[in-house]
C-alpha cells in the first residue's frame, strides 16, 4: 500500500520540487515542460488514483500500470528537453564562435 502510495504521488511531489530549478530551460523548453510535465503528471497520477479508488481490482490493476506509463513519460520528456537545452545552448556557443 505504501509503495502504491508513492508511486501515485511521487511524479506530482517531484514535479512540484523541480519547477524553481526549471529556470535554467530555455523559455520555450521552459513552457513545455510546465506544460506537458504538469498535464501529464496530474491527470495520468488523477486517473490512476481513479481507477484505484473506484474500479475495483482490475482497476487497481490499470492504475498501475498507467501509473508506471507516467512515469516512463515524465522521466523521458525530463532527459529529452534537457538533452535539447544542452544541444540549444551548444549550438549558440557555436554561433557566437563563428
Known amino acids: 500500500m505504501l509503495i502504491g502510495l508513492l508511486m501515485l504521488l511521487g511524479p506530482a511531489v517531484i514535479f512540484i520540487i523541480t519547477l ?3 529556470g535554467w530551460l530555455r523559455s520555450g523548453l521552459r ?3 510546465l506544460i506537458v510535465g504538469g498535464t501529464v503528471v496530474f491527470l495520468g497520477s488523477g486517473t490512476s488514483y481513479y481507477f484505484a479508488a473506484y474500479a475495483g481490482d482490475q482497476g487497481g490493476i490499470a492504475a498501475y500500470f498507467l501509473q508506471m506509463a ?4 515524465y522521466l523521458l520528456l525530463s ?3 534537457a538533452g535539447w537545452n544542452w544541444l540549444l ?3 549558440n556557443e557555436g554561433a557566437a564562435d563563428s
Open 89 to 91: 545552448i551548444r549550438r
Open 79 to 81: 532527459v529529452g528537453l
Open 70 to 73: 507516467v512515469i516512463a513519460t
Open 31 to 33: 513552457k513545455t515542460y
Open 20 to 22: 524553481p530549478f526549471s
